[in-house]
């Protein structure tokens, strides 16, 4: 079946898939919208930081990674609080999104758990994890679901802030998207079955199981798209984007 689309994009031309990461407080500090265009076999994943800075309808600025937060918290249910971000999202970038999906940072570390040998990261930098440290430049596989929680949380061990964060974010959710298509359903059968589990248990989307099961067949060679990976404003010294501190926030804010 096609993926129906709520979008400008049909579902024979590609997908623009909305990925968010959410938190207990439903926060969305992992924002990335992924097109996948088909026609020129290509991946574009564009992350946006979660302090950036933009303004709602009366005028008031408000960052981006609470616009799900006060929807909800207007009353809004989440399919709704998801539009509404979405909304923020397609002034900024341009792009509206097809479908969404939400993660549970729990799916998180649970998924990463079941793959075999964790997810192998290119490190670009030193990582100090709270246990050890990872060096420069020399791949690893031993990140498993709680150290690679930290690698796509941290802020602080590593330069870049708030942009760097997002650049490791898209790079572990290639990793383990690697890791998923490289599955085989009959022998990983029981892994498959667990990680649906798991998917039900901590996350929320506007795909049904007949989607998903479409868009895994469809993009098992996915690896063969070529991809690009964009994050708003990764070059704070040269870039549009300002890192600035208000002395009446308790944070870091873009603009």
Excluded at 20 to 25: C, I, L, P
Excluded at 148 to 161: E, H, I, N, W
Excluded at 242 to 251: I, L, N, Y
């Amino acid at each position: 079946d096609e993926i129906p689309t709520a979008g400008s994009v049909t579902a024979i031309e590609g997908l623009t898939l909305l990925i968010a990461g959410v938190d207990s407080n439903e926060l969305t500090d992992t924002i990335m919208l992924a097109r996948i265009d088909d026609e020129a076999e290509e991946v574009s994943v564009v992350s946006i930081p979660r302090d950036l800075l933009d303004f709602d309808t009366r005028g008031r600025e408000i960052k981006i990674n609470s616009v799900f937060n006060r929807a909800r918290a207007s009353g809004a249910e989440r399919d709704e609080a998801m539009k509404q971000l979405g909304s923020y999202l397609a002034r900024i970038t341009g792009l509206e999104f097809d479908r969404f999906v939400a993660i549970d940072f729990r799916l998180f570390i649970d998924l990463i758990e079941e793959l075999e040998g964790g997810v192998t990261i290119d490190l670009k930098e030193t990582f100090r994890e709270q246990r050890r440290e990872f060096p420069e430049n020399r791949p690893v596989r031993s990140l498993h679901g709680d150290e690679a929680l930290f690698y796509t949380r941290d802020r602080y061990s590593v330069p870049g802030g708030d942009l760097g964060r997002a650049r490791r974010q898209q790079q572990v959710v290639k990793s383990v998207a690697e890791e998923i298509v490289r599955m085989n359903l009959i022998k990983d059968a029981g892994r498959i079955l667990r990680i649906i589990s798991l998917y039900q248990r901590y996350s929320f989307t506007d795909l049904n199981f007949a989607n998903m099961a479409n868009l895994y067949q469809k993009y098992r060679k996915i690896e063969d798209y070529t991809l690009h990976n964009l994050v708003i404003g990764k070059d704070l010294q040269n870039g549009p984007l300002k890192e600035t501190f208000r002395e009446t926030g308790a944070g870091w804010e873009y603009f």
